[in-house]
């Protein structure tokens, strides 16, 4: 069983101005990517995992296509949500939004973005669960879905520009039956990012986005996943140029399962030598 060995490369704390960036990669890389530019990767665009661990601390496991991937920590404080939307301000930097257990959201700059964190909205506590697919609507700016208590999936649609236009668009009702949503990046593969959910039973459920806001039908890729604490899809992990999904069971081992490109898996998984997680991003 292959596993994956980390190296820790550097303490960084998101706080303290003054650390040194690679050079960045294209905003138009970060559309439909929910990506971390993490220092090590040298300009380059990989789809790194994100945990937070109970304290606040930050691990960012840098898929930068070594045979041992590389890992560097910060902290956050006190968050109950972590999305990677990608260039959320139009700096052509990746950031991060985050919600407080107060409900407040903020864009915190990713590794190679800066130092200010800015409020970003209020009361998003009511919130019963987010995801950034990127861009979901094609307009070339980052978005954010939310479920609320009822069950209705909601489109907050980004201006680029760090903030949201006027308005919300409801993308779904019946999404209360899921107790995991996040992106599922171009799992499908035929371009447009796609949203991953799991239901109450365990099953989880492929549903790709048609790029303009809206849903293709959605297929069935999984079985008896209820057994997973946290599962989110941070992309081509494993640099073989497909998607892949990354799960912690509730012992506190962590999976790689291998995507196959075309919205389905390839039977592989692989044990992640990586701590126990509060918090995927």
Request: glycine fraction near 22%; proline fraction near 4%.
């Given at each position: 069983m292959r596993r994956f060995m980390m190296s820790v490369v550097a303490l960084l704390s998101m706080l303290v101005a003054g650390t040194a960036v690679p050079a960045t990669a294209s905003a138009d890389d970060f559309l439909w990517h929910n990506l971390v530019q993490e220092p090590s990767d040298a300009g380059e665009v990989y789809s790194d995992l994100v945990t937070i661990g109970n304290g606040g601390q930050i691990e960012v496991y840098a898929a930068n296509g070594e045979s041992q991937p590389q890992r560097a920590a910060g902290n956050i404080g006190a968050v109950d949500a972590v999305l990677m939307p990608g260039d959320w301000d139009g700096d052509g930097h990746a950031d991060w939004v985050v919600r407080t257990p107060d409900g407040q959201l903020l864009r915190v700059p990713g590794w190679s973005g800066g130092t200010q964190i800015n409020q970003i909205g209020w009361r998003w506590d009511v919130m019963t669960a987010l995801t950034s697919p990127g861009d979901w609507d094609g307009d070339g700016a980052p978005d954010v879905l939310a479920r609320d208590g009822s069950?209705?999936?909601?489109?907050?649609?980004?201006?680029?520009d760090g903030g949201w236009f006027p308005g919300r668009v409801q993308v779904g009702w019946g999404w209360n039956v899921m107790n995991a949503i996040f992106s599922g990046h171009d799992f499908?593969?035929?371009?447009?990012?796609?949203?991953?959910?799991?239901?109450?039973?365990?099953?989880?459920?492929?549903?790709?986005?048609?790029?303009?806001?809206?849903?293709?039908?959605?297929?069935?890729?999984?079985?008896?996943?209820?057994?997973?604490?946290?599962?989110?899809?941070?992309?081509?992990?494993?640099?073989?140029?497909?998607?892949?999904?990354?799960?912690?069971?509730?012992?506190g081992t962590i999976w790689l399962y291998q995507g196959n490109g075309i919205g389905g898996f390839t039977g592989q998984r692989w044990v992640m030598d990586i701590p126990t997680a509060h918090i995927f991003g």
């Open positions: 069950g209705a999936l909601w489109m907050y649609k980004g201006n680029g499908s593969g035929d371009g447009p990012s796609d949203v991953i959910a799991r239901d109450t039973n365990g099953q989880l459920w492929l549903y790709p986005g048609n790029g303009a806001g809206g849903w293709q039908n959605r297929i069935q890729i999984g079985w008896g996943w209820q057994g997973m604490d946290l599962v989110a899809a941070p992309g081509d992990y494993d640099n073989d140029g497909r998607g892949d999904v990354i799960a912690q069971d509730d012992g």
